[in-house]
């Protein structure tokens, strides 16, 4: 391989590369801007901030450990929701132009500590809300594989910097579906752990019983790789596991053996032919790779939007009373007292989705009718993790689209909350049942007038059954090319093409 | 309509946001949309279903409590606390009246 197709390499060949010594740094580092980026990101607007001097500085640091650290000179762009010093943390928000957090998220010293570099903050949907990055007060990112087409959302920068090949691993966040429904769209992995396994400390809260800190790669090895580095007790944040997290090394044992769900209901209406045509590849493939279908009802994700947008938005009200206009970020400059100077301030600085969601919010936990929307939706979840207890007494892991679409037009869901709230129905379950989730890519769409749109679906799994979930990404990472090209294939990414 | 425009005006005080005239009735029928949509979970039998606050820790045991004890690692100097202040004096956040001044 030439220098200069460095950027096409996964993580952990690029970290082996770096490790032995045939690769600096710096030039791993680089390999996403000097290649790839030129071509893409004016188009694409994956990357919210960014710093030449900043890498630069953290490639030297990393250096010092380039011979044993397991990500060794892996660049890694990570959503603008995870505080980092040396770059801007706004949140896709007006409410925080220009703010730097005085302190790393946890999850950010541990990159640096297993020698990946932090290459600058992805584009997102304001605070996370949204699920097309459209709600960005920095602008769209779109989607590589159609420029016309959103690259879903909320962590829709990262997931489309890692498609087109800015970087081999990204970090996102997912409250109900913010890394597993971009990942889709955009044709990559995405992992969201099982809920305290990756600290959330750093991580600006938008609904923090559901928020998990998620990964964006390629390959499912290299999921794996950051997973391992990443997850574990952290004493800054109360709400990670205690005990270690689950082994995750022998990520490519295989599915020999293991029984994975098959709740065709949830798709027998409202789902696109093409995601079905996914599911169903990806079931062949499991099953020849050794893996036996467990078909039964499962409940209709209608249940869970519901719960999820009274419980995320009682969370996010709350969270963002926070942003006031005193401590940091954006203040409105006319306020003759205190209490207009919130008001203004928050009003100008949140735009029309976040704002929405608080007043939703807020009236879900408003005297008199807290029982009624609040403590129902609290049952409701309850509820909820029984369904998905009860499944998973049946099966190891549980096939489910990750989004009910392929990726939509820019401006196609802008206007109607309820339908853009629906597109993450099969992802928000996850996030109220504390489970781990991972989107695994399966090849393009034929081309039938429009550009190949990336394919994908969600494989489920108890809570700790990361190993699973990548055992089954693994096999369709290998086997689901080998189904759709009609012959053994090397696991090369379907790389977008520009146009 | 679940919610009306009085309730707009209300929840947004409490929220500390303002709304403008011409978006109240429109805000009214977004978050309407949206909570009637919520009414689906009165479908749902929740005989038994305890609330659920926090997902997940169930199996492995409550959270844990930390020491009482200074946390040096997270302990910031008044000047980084201030840092990102849109104004501060001496070592203090800067804010516009609190109270009204009865005697100036």
Redesign the interface.
Known sequence: MSGADVWRLSATALAARVRAGDLAVADAVESGWRGPAAAWEADVHAVAHTDPGARAAASSAAARDRRTAPLAGVPVLVKDNLCTTDYPTTCGSRILAGYRPPYDATVIGRLRDHGAVVIGKGNMDEFAMGSSTEFSAYGPTRNPYDLGRVPGGSSGGPAAAVAYGLCPVGLGSDTGGSVRQPAAFCGVFGLKPTYGRLSRYGLVAFGSSLDQVGIFARHAGDVAATYAALAGPDPHDATTRQTPAPDVSRWDRGVAGLTFGWPANLWREGVEPDVVEGLEIAAVALERAGARRVAFDFMPGEYAVATYYLVATAEASSNLARFDGVRYGFRHDDAPDVRALYTRTRSAGFGPEVQRRILLGTYALSAGYYDAYYLTAQRARTRIRREYEAAFARCDCMLMPASPTLPFRLGEKTDDPLAMYLSDIFTIGANLAGIPGLTVPVGLTGANGRPPLPRAVQVLGPEDAEPVLLAAGRALEVGGDTIRLGAAHDTEFAWPTKR | MS?DRE??KR??E??????PEDRIER?AR??S???D??????R???EG?????????G???P????ADAL?D??R?TPE??L?????HEDDA?L????VENLNP
């Open positions: 919610i309730d707009v929840i947004a409490l929220a500390r946001l303002e709304i805000t977004e978050l949309a949206v909570l949509y919520a009414a689906a979970l009165r749902l039998d929740l279903c305890e609330p659920t606050v926090f997902a997940g820790l199996a492995a045991g959270a844990p409590l930390r946390d690692v997270r910031l980084t606390a840092a990102a202040a849109p104004e956040f804010v516009p009246p609190v």
